[in-house]
């Protein structure tokens, strides 16, 4: 059975990069380990940053788009000797289409178009985490005017980075204002 489900967030962790999807009201998230181009591009697409020419997955949304084709939801549907499973589930007209995808691919078109995602209850049962394995609690208070000093500075850095095309640097200064 499927369930709806949201991506938390993207990591750098010892093992590489994992994107870590999370079943909606749920306590665990499914870590998928991706490379390092597929998930700059789920955080462009996560923190809606604007890119100066088109990167794959927008082509492909816009190819869609001419064609009119509809990406109704995204799947995460199997776990198969430790490689993911994903499909694209479209519409055209009246006809269905269920197209095969790399999890990376499909969560990088559902970061973009915010389109419905759903994984596989077995696939959290089998792998998924708890969370309070993968949050550190922030020990320190904050003031509301120093976050609002350090988000100032974080988005000068951002702009920064979009401006040099340092597509990677901008995602992780994204991650640390969506931290805020």
Known sequence: ????AEIWTVARTDKGNAVLVKPLGSERAVPIFIGQLEAQSILIGLGNVPMP??????????IMEKISVEVERVEVTDLKDGTFYARLLLK???TDLSIDSRPSDALGIAAR???PLFISEAIVDEAGVAINLITEEDSESDTSSEREEERNRLEEELQKAIDEENYEEAARIRDQMKDL
């Open 1 to 4: 059975m499927l369930v709806e």
């Open 53 to 62: 020419r088109p990167l794959t997955h927008d082509l492909f949304i816009s």
């Open 92 to 94: 055209q007209g009246e």
């Open 113 to 115: 178009l915010r389109c």
